[in-house]
């Protein structure tokens, strides 16, 4: 059978459908091994693709970082400055609500007072 093409048993997913050459076990893990060489030389440079594209961005990272701490700052300071204008915003609502009670309060003396002096130059009048 050596020369002829032979389904392999348990086909691998990424082999499936290849028939084996060969019958001959020490060149078959000769095949294999180089595939495995092959395999690892491609993840050796896609690594090394990988590490040069990290060095790449961390160069661009460190070249925008002066922008990104200001920028930083400023959005500390906005937010520290919102916070204060919302308590500020809550405090006049607050003298809102005051100073209309105390309008309230002033309209219903003056309204009694009104009466009150109604009644009082009625009797005097009234004599």
Same mark, same amino acid.
């Given at each position: 059978m050596e020369g002829e093409y032979q389904k392999m048993d348990h086909e691998p997913q990424h082999l499936k459908g290849m028939k084996v050459v060969s019958n001959d076990s020490s060149e078959l893990a000769a095949i294999e091994r180089r595939q495995e060489l092959e395999q690892t030389r491609d993840l050796a440079r896609t690594v090394n693709d990988l590490k040069d594209m990290g060095h790449e961005l961390n160069h661009e990272v460190l070249a925008t970082d002066p922008l990104f701490q200001e920028t930083t700052q400023s959005?500390?300071?906005?937010?520290? +400055?919102? %916070?204060?204008?919302?308590? %500020?915003?809550v @405090?006049? %609502? +607050?003298?809102?609500?005051?100073?209309?009670? @105390? *309008?309230?309060?002033? $309209? $219903?003396? *003056? *309204?009694?007072?009104l009466i009150v002096g109604g009644v009082i130059l009625y009797f005097v009048l009234k004599k």
């Amino acid at each position: 059978m050596e020369g002829e093409y032979q389904k392999m048993d348990h086909e691998p997913q990424h082999l499936k459908g290849m028939k084996v050459v060969s019958n001959d076990s020490s060149e078959l893990a000769a095949i294999e091994r180089r595939q495995e060489l092959e395999q690892t030389r491609d993840l050796a440079r896609t690594v090394n693709d990988l590490k040069d594209m990290g060095h790449e961005l961390n160069h661009e990272v460190l070249a925008t970082d002066p922008l990104f701490q200001e920028t930083t700052q400023s959005i500390d300071v906005a937010g520290t +400055e919102t %916070d204060a204008g919302y308590r %500020d915003l809550v @405090k006049t %609502d +607050e003298y809102l609500q005051a100073y209309n009670r @105390k *309008v309230r309060c002033i $309209i $219903i003396t *003056v *309204v009694l007072g009104l009466i009150v002096g109604g009644v009082i130059l009625y009797f005097v009048l009234k004599k």
